[in-house]
């Protein structure tokens, strides 16, 4: 590790990253005892990586097993790669994924990585290595999809994510900033993040009672450049914060998470919608996103930046123009009050409500667990190769749930729960 390496990760506290490594074993994935775990990270994201074995370890791991990934290997890919290399991926590596997930394995993803990373390259070999990947990764991706397993993601402030979010910044300091700002919104910045945790779960848990005991059969979006009605799926069911997987353990899957969220119906979604946060897919920065759907489908899309991507998105295969999760959060959630914008995902879709394209989760239907593909499709869940959230709500947005009486019930006033 060079003198610079050490200054970088030096500015994180050691105490908080522990408790995160904590969290993710304990509350993320509460690991069995004899249980395996495979693990991906940036390979900058050792630290942490070090600190999860031997949590997971402590708890009775049997096996922890990473794959780490490099951003200049990344790179290297799509500088030197031939053409051909852009339609390949590790079908044989997906394979022994899913199969160690079928023996029960646990999955832990660190993500950190640049989000930029790939922002000047081409956009056609992005996609089409993109789509190569997911093809391949469709069989471990099910399992994750169905719940099967517990599994957890969390994050790591690399210094590459953290020029990105505080690009004024010395690079120690935009580490620092980021790493505090992971730590307050996965909430170990505190003396007990488990309990914190319980207490969070808890509160998520009186929602998604709320919700599964009124059945309404759509939400209605109101606000500016909005009026979407998304029917949501027979026999749905709604979820937040922690979960139990069908190996029976319950886990949060998502740390942080401020969501609750449900399928919607793939045929059942009529309006118009517009992003109120940039999405921050593949380097590309996809900002003011308009959308028109018919039928459950979208046929009409715009965006002031990053369109050509959007359209490349949205042809992946016929599930990727329906939605496949409805999440409601809250404006004054933690995220949001950060007023940062995080360009990940798993950051991000926490500061506002947010609609997901493609693959819906099995787990959001009553019984999901039991059900075949053919019959989830038959209640509604869509099928896809890709699952991208992007951010729908604001301090202006408006929801109301309708009953299937045409009852109308307000469930969001001004971006908070009515």
């Not at 922690?242 to 609750?260: D, F, L, M, R, W």
Request: hydrophobic letters at 40%; glycine letters at 10%; proline letters at 5%.
């Amino acid at each position: 590790m060079t003198t610079h390496q050490r200054t970088i990760v030096a500015s994180i506290d050691p105490v908080k990253l522990d408790r995160l490594a904590e969290v993710a074993v304990r509350v993320g994935l509460q690991l069995r005892e004899g249980q395996d775990l495979f693990l991906t990270a940036p390979v900058a994201a050792l630290p942490l990586v070090r600190r999860i074995a031997e949590h997971a370890y402590k708890a009775g791991a049997g096996l922890v097993t990473p794959i780490l990934s490099d951003e200049e290997l990344t790179l290297a890919r799509y500088r030197f790669a031939k053409d051909a290399s852009f339609d390949r991926a590790p079908v044989w590596l997906y394979e022994g994924v899913a199969k160690a997930f079928t023996a029960d394995t646990a999955r832990l993803a660190i993500v950190g990585d640049n989000p930029m990373l790939l922002a000047g390259q081409d956009p056609a070999k992005v996609s089409r290595a993109n789509k190569a990947n997911s093809l391949a990764y469709q069989p471990a991706l099910e399992k994750i999809a169905g719940f099967d397993i517990n599994w957890n993601i969390i994050a790591y402030p690399t210094a590459s994510w953290a020029k990105q979010v505080f690009p004024g910044d010395e690079e120690d300091v935009a580490v620092a900033r980021l790493a505090e700002a992971i730590f307050a919104a996965s909430r170990v910045d505190g003396e007990d993040p488990v309990g914190a945790w319980e207490a969070h779960n808890a509160a998520l848990r009186l929602r998604t009672t709320w919700l599964n005991g009124e059945r309404f059969a759509a939400l209605h979006f109101t606000g500016p450049g909005t009026d979407l009605t998304v029917g949501l799926a027979d026999g749905h069911e709604w979820h937040g914060g922690a979960s139990t997987a069908k190996n029976g353990i319950t886990c949060n899957p998502n740390i942080p998470t401020e969501e609750v969220f449900t399928t919607p119906h793939a045929l059942r979604v009529e309006g118009r919608v517009v992003s109120t946060k940039p999405l921050s897919y593949q380097g590309t920065l996809i900002d003011e996103i308009a959308v028109r759907f018919e039928g459950g489908r979208i046929i009409e899309a715009k965006a002031s930046r990053g369109e050509e991507v959007l359209g490349k998105v949205l042809d992946t295969d016929e599930g990727a123009r329906r939605l496949g999760e409805v999440a409601l959060v809250p404006h004054s959630s933690p995220i949001s009050k950060s007023g940062l914008l995080f360009y990940n995902t798993l950051f991000d879709e926490n500061a506002a409500c947010h609609i997901a394209l493609g693959q819906c989760y099995a787990k959001c239907f009553e019984g999901g667990g039991a059900l075949s593909p053919d019959e989830i499709a038959a209640r509604g869940g869509n099928k896809s190769l890709i699952h991208i959230d992007w951010m729908i709500g604001s301090n202006e947005i408006d929801i109301d749930g309708i009953k299937t009486d045409g009852t109308r019930v307000p469930v969001f006033r001004k971006g908070e729960w009515a």
